[in-house]
């Protein structure tokens, strides 16, 4: 129904930026809020960012001040800017978008199958 495809991970020194995006694509009426997580090794899965389909957003406070998450409403993709990156932030990092399938029902959660991102000290 819906699919999502993470892109721009990556090995980076420690200070670098790189630049997450999240394509949707499939059959949906609206997506809503979209969502990046991380998992680190041997950690649990962690909330980064969120952003609604009206702009808020909200980051976690170990990445607020560095990372930037944003949205191409037109293109069904939706961006994490990580700037100043750690050895702390290297993870596997999730696109997560709560979409409505049709106008009547409510959301549905999809997730997408993650992209690597490795900092270097």
């Known amino acids: 129904q819906v699919q999502l495809m993470e892109s721009g991970g990556g090995l980076v020194q420690a200070g670098g930026s790189l630049r997450l995006s999240c394509a949707a694509s499939g059959r949906f009426f609206s997506i809503e809020t979209i969502n990046w997580y991380r998992q680190a090794p041997g950690n649990q899965r962690e909330f980064v960012a969120q952003i609604t389909s009206s702009g808020t957003t909200n980051t976690a406070d170990s990445v607020k001040g560095r990372f930037t998450i944003s949205r191409d409403n037109a293109n069904n993709t939706f961006y994490l800017q990580a700037n100043g990156l750690k050895p702390d932030d290297t993870a596997v990092y999730y696109c997560?978008?709560?979409?409505?399938?049709?106008?009547?029902?409510?959301?549905?959660?999809?997730w997408g199958q993650g992209t690597r991102v490795t900092v270097s000290s």
């Open positions: 997560a978008a709560d979409v409505k399938l049709i106008s009547y029902l409510s959301t549905s959660r999809f």
